[in-house]
């Protein structure tokens, strides 16, 4: 049995946590299956899997060496095609992206439903996170990033710039009135976003003379997350300096008011990044394309 067989058959059984199950789906002998897990398990020097009566659970390595293997099953799938009609041999696999929270909700998400109709066999791993994940350590075939990218190794394809946007909620306002300039916000607060809890806060950001600067301001409240932040600007805890396309529902809606529009927080770049590591998939690069104009479309909204 080839080492590709033995990773077939140990991904079906990681899939299924099941010796049992995964010899049934893939029409072999259960001993044939145990065998060819142990041969593997031989060939690497570690223990893939932790075996009981009841179930079959990875190990660390196993969960590991689960990741790459889905990788490779899938580019060899896809090695195996390649040269026949996409039509009669549609785009499979697994992509795995990351994203914000906002982005995903309001951007990626309501439209994924026609890319899956067009590749029906893609299968999306879709990461909503807040913090800079590791692209290669943590398996992701392409993120979606906001802000500057300066993480040596990694290859940057620019979507747009967003426009940044001031905003308070009619409660804060209420209580502490509208802040009409700079020198006022030394009577507000703001509410504190920083993807570390117990770093430094910048306090607010704004632009002068074609150069990017930050005003101290208090705040009662810091958090960590977007929808954190953008909920706690509705709870009229402080200002909050945001991408205004995020929230413009809200801003026409009344539930959120624009503040200061003449000293808004500096344009902030959207992009795709994906390391060079290895040449993109088909299906990879099939997806970024896609992703990649329905993020214009979001920014032109």
Known sequence: MSFLDQMNIFARVAELSSFTQAA?????????????????ENQLGVRLLHRTTRKVVLTNDGQSFYERCKDALADMDELQTMFQLQRANPLKGRVRLDMSTVVARQAVLPRLPELLQQHPQLQLEISSTERRVDLVREGFDCVVRAGPVTDPGLITRPVGAMRMANCVS????????????????????????????????????????????????????????????????????GLIQVPFVGVRELIE?????????????????????????????????????????????????
């Open 170 to 237: 009619p409660a804060y306002i209420a209580r502490w009135g509208v802040p009409q300039s700079l020198a006022d916000l030394a009577r507000h607060t703001q509410v504190i976003y920083t993807a570390t809890l117990g770093a430094k806060p910048t306090g607010f950001d704004y632009s002068e003379a074609g150069e990017d600067r930050s005003l101290p301001m208090p705040g009662p409240v810091t958090v960590n997350n977007a929808e954190a932040y953008q909920a706690a600007c509705l709870a009229g805890l």
């Open 253 to 301: 809606q009344g539930q959120l008011v624009e503040v200061l529009p003449d000293w808004p927080a500096p344009p902030m770049p959207l992009s795709l990044v994906y390391a060079n590591r290895r040449n993109l998939s088909t299906r990879v690069r099939v997806v970024m394309d896609w992703l990649h104009a329905v993020l214009l479309d979001y920014l032109a909204e």
């Open 24 to 40: 049934d789906s893939l029409g072999l002998p259960k001993a044939s299956v145990s065998n060819a897990v142990q041969q593997l």
